[in-house]
């Protein structure tokens, strides 16, 4: 009897744990599936990237105009949607897409300080 109280609760807890698990797995699988062309990307080494090309097993990864072919599985997180797709190619919107104007011109930043654009 005294078997079955220190069993029982084991086994709840494993059961548990495990069903906890497969959750954790559905969610991830659920989350590269629906990985589409656009959405921002961080690989499991921490490289940062825009997706332009997803198949059925691996992903074309946009960093910065260098394109690079990972494995779906090598994805951490996963950004639906900042991108846009116009021809076969990928350009991400940014809120402070303003570029400002330089306040320095290269002699200044060379040594001389005479010229000043603003």
Do not use: W
Request: one cysteine or more.
């Amino acid at each position: 009897m005294e078997f079955l109280i220190l069993i029982i609760p084991m086994a709840l807890m494993m059961f548990f744990m495990s069903r906890s698990s497969k959750k954790q797995q559905q969610q991830r699988q659920d989350t590269l599936n629906a990985m589409k062309v656009g959405d921002e990307v961080i690989t499991i080494g921490g490289l940062h990237g825009v997706l332009s090309e997803v198949n059925e097993k691996t992903v074309v990864l946009d960093c910065e105009g260098i394109y690079l072919e990972f494995e779906k599985s090598a994805m951490k997180t996963v950004t639906p949607g900042k991108g846009v797709v116009n021809d076969d190619t990928v350009t991400t919107v940014s809120e402070e897409a303003e570029v400002a104007e330089p306040t320095t011109t290269v002699e200044e930043t060379a040594g001389d300080t005479t010229e000043e654009t603003k």
